[in-house]
């Protein structure tokens, strides 16, 4: 028997790599027991229910939304789902009887896809109909999946549990914490392995705050009730020392250590180690974290806590992202002005625009904000107020470290874009230090990682 208990979320990407999951997760180590694995949909298929989460290409939700044929686009899921399980029918699927799973399935969905349609079209209600569809539309693909992996394992002889979060067959009104409680009450976990939907079915509507992020925000929740002795979430790569797409896989290494601090200034930059609304829970529960490699069984992986620091001064991670703009605010009035800050921090709030740097001097005031959420409005307001506003897409590059508070480090750093001749157009660093960041032009992002991969890592 286990006699450690640890909740587990697994990714659509590994998830795909179903064989694999089971061969490297479930039936790795002493015992499968007291084990709960949170799963997402398989990978793609969230994409065709909402919208490519990369490509903003429209899936079924978007068709409902305008009033399309999302009938024959929600078959198109069922062709897919279907031609999934014919994939794992030789692991022990019973294709047949998962397919009757899907039809069925299906056919509530479009019961209640053409309910919230009539309502729409009423003009009495909007968001809120729209919601509930995305909320229904996002449940299919976890119930999918957890539904496959749960019946797979228990032709291998394993007690293994369907905890089935996304409510679809049930009315009752409860929260997402009530859910939860309720679904683990009567389950005997150190004999069990529970195979839960990443989709939660709750009364605040779990997509409503944190949309494509909620797979993990339910294996954090979990978590946070149940108090595992540790948290583990598997993914199809190491949190590395740098990207091995940029730098070489054989320039990188698994992280190791590193605190939740880490992993928000990570986030901040879309290198997701989890959602920072899902570790905010962990962390505040002093639970560790563990993200591993789902196809490295044996290493060990990255482990998270709230109170690791480096015993070493050191660069933990090189990292950031190619797909930011930076606008750069002037007036020649800001100086001794008390308030110029506050008319633009309210202009950014007003376009629910947040930024992920922010430096400023005399007369200008230079802000970096992801390039998807551009708003020409924005720029539009802020010109109403400063005599000139520019913006331009930039790179933002970082050095995370939970230690390193050493002399000479921004000057290395500094040498090693400059032999490069990779031109910095703005830097700064908290008092903390735990995230050097520097703006660089566009097209030099990966230039800009390989160069200070090369002098620090």
């Known amino acids: 028997m286990n006699t450690r208990l640890t909740v587990e979320k697994i990714g659509g990407t590994s998830m795909s790599a179903l064989k694999d999951v089971i061969d490297n997760i479930v039936f790795y180590g002493d015992s499968p027991y007291n084990r709960i694995l949170v799963v997402s949909a398989f990978s793609g298929v969230t994409n065709i229910l909402l919208e490519n989460k990369k490509t903003k290409a429209p899936g079924?939700?978007?068709?409902?939304?305008?009033?399309?044929?999302?009938?024959?686009a929600l078959n198109e899921v069922s062709v897919e789902l279907k031609r999934l399980n014919a994939v794992y029918g030789d692991l022990g699927l019973d294709v047949t009887w998962a397919d009757a799973q899907i039809d069925q399935h299906m056919a509530k969905a479009i019961v209640y896809l053409d309910s919230a349609s009539t309502m729409l079209a009423s003009g009495y209600l909007n968001e809120g109909v729209l919601l509930a569809a995305r909320e229904i539309l996002a449940s299919i693909g976890e119930t999918h999946s957890a539904m496959v992996l749960a019946a797979i394992l228990k032709t291998r002889g394993l007690n293994a549990v369907l905890v089935d979060m996304a409510g679809f067959d049930d009315s009752r009104a409860m929260t997402i914490d009530e859910r939860i409680k309720d679904a683990f009450a009567k389950i005997d976990l150190p004999n069990?392995?529970?195979?839960?939907?990443?989709?939660a079915k709750g009364t605040e509507g779990i997509m409503r705050e944190f949309d494509r992020g909620y797979s993990e925000v339910t294996f954090s929740k979990i978590a946070s009730i149940l108090k595992p002795d540790e948290a583990i979430i598997h993914k199809e790569y190491h949190l590395s020392t740098a990207d091995p797409n940029i730098v070489g896989i054989d320039n990188v290494h698994p992280v190791g250590n590193t605190n939740y601090d880490i992993a928000d200034q990570l986030a901040d930059v879309g290198m997701e180690a989890i959602h920072p609304k899902a570790a905010k829970p962990l962390e505040m529960a002093g639970i560790h974290l563990r993200i591993k490699n789902t196809f490295e069984p044996a290493h060990p992986g990255t482990l998270i806590t709230r109170q690791y620091v480096s015993q070493l001064k050191r660069v933990e991670v090189i990292t950031g992202t190619d797909k930011q703009l930076l606008i750069d605010i002037y007036d020649p009035l800001m100086t001794g002005n008390v308030g110029s800050d506050l008319i633009i921090m309210e202009i950014f709030a007003a376009h629910q625009v947040s930024y992920t740097f922010k430096s400023t001097s005399a007369n200008s005031i230079s802000i970096v904000i992801w390039e998807n959420d551009f708003k020409e409005a924005l720029i539009t307001d802020l010109r109403t107020k400063f005599e000139r506003v520019k913006h331009e897409p930039v790179s933002m590059v970082c050095l995370l470290g939970t230690n390193m508070d050493?002399?000479?480090?921004l000057a290395k750093s500094t040498a090693a874009l400059a032999r490069d001749e990779i031109n910095?157009?703005?830097?700064?660093?908290?008092?903390?230090r735990v995230n050097i960041q520097f703006v660089v032009p566009r097209d030099q992002f990966k230039a800009s990682v390989i160069a200070l991969n090369k002098a620090l890592g």
């Open 406 to 409: 050493q002399p000479g480090l």
């Open 192 to 199: 069990s392995i529970c195979i839960v939907t990443g989709y």
């Open 424 to 432: 910095i157009l703005a830097a700064g660093l908290a008092y903390g």
């Open 60 to 72: 079924v939700y978007h068709r409902f939304a305008k009033g399309e044929d999302y009938r024959t």
